[in-house]
Antibody
Framework: QVQLVESGGGVVQPGGSLRISCAAA????????MHWVRQAPGKGLEWLTF????????YYEDSVKGRFSISRDNSNNTLDLQMDSLTVEDTALYYC??????????????????WGQGTLVTVSS | NFMLTQPHSVSESPGKTITISCTRT????????VQWYQQRPGSPPSNVIY?????PSGVPDRFSASIDGSSNSASLTISGLKTEDEADYYC?????????FGRGTKVTVL
């Protein structure tokens, strides 16, 4: 079955950088668009970014555009999120999520098919 | 940019029916599908409705949803409430370049 396992979370100082990853298994990773969604403690869900199945198209929420960068390695079935210029407002549980349909070209093409358990990023001095 | 507005909380007794609204602030609710996600404490979200009114396999038919173009809103109805339905529920829709979530509705089964 589909497995998405996030890793790389931790504590980072304001202004710092962190790279988190998502290891995928149980499906043909190279056929599906992938997303990152975060949830601040006690708050709601916030969609952050989408990458097309082949990695050639990326979309970002305005709040992270220019600071966060999504990438994927289809040969190793991994999804990454590089986060720079972090602020305390970036403190959250970060989920990777898979499209329910393959070969989507944009974030709104399909709904979320599967989610990982999340990795916690804490920005604090 | 549009937002999705949901009530903060809903409470009801077991066996009763509740309806959670989700109003799109700009653009037509009919332009893009609406999804609903259930999130229990300590767990990732799970889909209970996709494409406005479709139930994924395994989701009981106590969960239903609809779209109302006149009020530019979507609604999730849970009938025959069970204690296991106690969770946060998020509506979600999209435009061409992003996905948007509502702020979530906390459902309490008294």
């Amino acid at each position: 079955q589909v497995q998405l396992v996030e890793s790389g979370g931790g504590v980072v100082q304001p202004g710092g950088s962190l790279r988190i990853s998502c290891a995928a298994a149980g499906f043909t990773f190279s056929s599906y668009g992938m997303h990152w969604v975060r949830q601040a403690p006690g708050k709601g869900l916030e969609w952050l970014t989408f990458i097309r199945y082949d990695g050639n198209k990326k979309y970002y929420e305005d709040s992270v555009k220019g600071r966060f960068s999504i990438s994927r390695d289809n040969s190793n079935n991994t999804l990454d999120l590089q986060m720079d210029s972090l602020t305390v407002e970036d403190t959250a549980l970060y989920y990777c999520a898979k499209d329910s349909e393959g070969y989507c070209n944009s974030p709104g093409c399909s709904h979320f098919g599967s989610w990982g358990q999340g990795t916690l990023v804490t920005v604090s001095s | 940019n549009f937002m999705l507005t949901q009530p903060h909380s809903v409470s009801e007794s077991p066996g009763k029916t509740i309806t959670i609204s989700c109003t799109r602030t700009s653009g037509s609710i009919n332009n893009n599908y609406v999804q609903w996600y259930q999130q229990r404490p300590g767990s990732p979200p799970s889909n209970v409705i996709y494409e406005d009114n479709q139930r994924p396999s395994g989701v009981p038919d106590r969960f239903s949803a609809s779209i109302d173009g006149s009020s530019n809103s979507a609604s999730l109805t849970i009938s025959g409430l069970k204690t296991e339905d106690e969770a946060d529920y998020y509506c979600q829709s999209s435009d061409n370049s992003k996905k948007v979530f509502g702020r979530g509705t906390k459902v309490t089964v008294l």
